[in-house]
């Protein structure tokens, strides 16, 4: 539904510099994605925004190939992973692998960005093993909340992903 302030045209005047930072934040998003994004981040009570350099990968489960990125690590006390799959649900049929990919994902980043040799130990449903293995990564515990938790919560009460 629209409203007039839907049809007002608008403007916003920010610096050469700042509208740089901000092309370079957003990668491939529309400015739009970028700002919802943002905005998302805040509901949160994000303190910092993280840096959204993106980078892609692939996994391969039972001979179906899974394009994802993720952001970079940083070691700041809010980071996350982030994972973004690409057309997830055209590729699993069902919550359970819905959910199976989204953790081989996180698996995956965590090898590239952190430890090479990582192998989540256990089901996806065990949030503890997780939680161990973020401590023994020295892991965030705002990115074991929001990277693994909020997802095993998603999942059992069967809502896919986002």
């Known amino acids: ?7 007002v045209k608008t403007t916003i ?3 050469l510099g700042t509208k740089n930072r901000l092309r370079k934040l957003k990668g491939s998003l529309t400015y739009e994605d970028f700002i919802n994004y943002i905005l ?4 949160k009570n994000y303190a910092e925004i993280q840096s959204l350099e993106r980078k892609g990968a692939t996994i391969k489960i039972k001979n179906k190939t899974f394009p994802f990125k993720h952001n970079k690590y940083n070691e700041s006390e809010n980071f996350r ?5 690409e057309n997830l649900r055209e590729k699993t ?4 692998e819905e959910y199976e990919s989204y953790f081989a994902m996180l698996a ?4 590239k960005e ?3 040799s990582f192998k989540h130990k256990g089901r996806i449903e065990d949030y503890y093993n997780w939680e161990k293995e973020f401590e023994t990564l020295g892991l965030p515990r705002k ?14 009460q069967g809502e896919h992903l986002e």
């Not at 992973?81 to 799959?85: L, Y």
């Open 1 to 7: 539904m629209l409203t007039e302030l839907d049809n």
């Open 13 to 15: 005047t920010i610096s």
């Open 40 to 43: 998302r981040k805040k509901q």
């Open 81 to 85: 992973f982030d994972i973004e799959p």
């Open 93 to 96: 049929s069902n919550i359970k």
């Open 108 to 111: 995956e980043a965590i090898k």
């Open 114 to 116: 952190i430890n090479p």
């Open 143 to 156: 990115a074991f909340e929001e990277d693994v938790l909020e997802k095993l919560l998603d999942y059992k």
